[in-house]
């Protein structure tokens, strides 16, 4: 039997349209037991603006909890409530997209939709004013939901015991991730940092919306529990990757910075080439470049050169970011290279790391001193 999870949202505006927040609450319907509560600021909208966005916000916590639940959606929003259950139609164009995004979060999954009184919805709306009030976000969530896979973990000290060194630089988590897929990707095109400059792909905008999800959870709940949420995103300056962390510092409210360091490795006249292409034109340097640390593609870069260049993104981080939780979203190269360098694997670490698009990895850095591996290639948050 599905588990049974009940959803009660609220939003309100000062205004109509003025100031506006969302507020929403999670309950196993059989236990009773309170899941999560979450208070969102919209900014300059209307009531039923903020309905709608609360939600959407209790319909993707709800689904974090379980994705396969059956679920009771309860709002004092007759409108929200007609609309989404079809017995209405939605003639306003913002709330037409909202409830579009709305049935994409529900599509194939079971959900009821009953209408309540104001009066027995107090505890989202308490949310929603708290919103305004405060003009920022919150998620809270009981400790004893917080679960992480970290049994051994200490958040100022290297964890290993076998680690000889005595840090005395603060601990700085860098989570990378790789851009989203873009056509390119797709069609297994070879894609560096001074080629094409393609833009996500529509699957791609998705692995982005899922690595932020993901990423959200940082610090609340889940595998990612134990760590410190992040309060920046850096980013490669290509298209792909600075779409990628955009809906990411999106969802975290985060701004974004970004590093030429961390663009692609540049691969030269290879460039939009398959690989049977590129060993098929170019076969002798191809084979030559294959585990090499000075050969470089024609009119591209080498491992040394590109090494080189993500000690002084990692760097440039550690300088500006020091004791933070950074986001990093770049390509799949310098990604390799950060858990690389912080394994001082050498060169075969570039070719023996598989680094999936919109995956996340973690590393954690004392400064130069120390560096510890969380994660590698994670992909559960893409389904």
Known sequence: MSRQLLIEADGGSRGNPGPSGSGA??????TGELLAEISKFIGLATNNV???NALIAGL??????????????????????????GGWKIKHPDMQALA?????????????????PREQNSRADALANKAMDQGSN???????????VATEFNHDQPSSLRSPVVVGEPATTLILVRHGRTALTEARKISGGMGEDPSLSVAGINDAKAAATAISDIGRVGPFAHLSSPVVVVCSPMQRTRETATIIANAIGASVEVLEELREIAFGDWDGHTNDEVKAKWFEEFTAWQGSWEASPPN????????????????????????????????VMPVRGFIAQAL????????????????????????????????????????
């Open 25 to 30: 609450v999670v309950i196993d319907s059989q």
């Open 100 to 116: 579009i995004e709305a049935h994409r979060i529900i599509s194939g999954r079971s959900v009821t939709w009953q209408w309540i």
């Open 344 to 383: 001082e694997a050498g060169a075969p670490a570039y070719w023996r790391t598989q680094i999936s698009p919109a995956s996340i990895s973690i590393i954690r850095l004392w400064g130069q001193q120390e560096a510890e591996v969380q994660f590698v290639n994670f992909t559960q948050h893409l389904g």
């Open 60 to 85: 993707e916590e709800c689904y974090r909890i379980d994705p396969d639940a059956e679920v009771l959606v309860r709002m004092d929003s007759k409108l929200v409530i007609e609309q989404m259950a």
């Open 138 to 148: 919150e998620l809270l969530i009981p400790a004893h939901q917080v679960t992480s």
């Open 50 to 52: 903020a309905e709608y």
């Open 300 to 331: 591209g870069e080498s491992l040394a050169v590109f090494d080189d260049r993500v000690k002084r993104a990692k760097q440039v981080i550690l300088e500006k970011h020091s004791g933070a939780s950074v986001v990093v979203v770049a390509h």
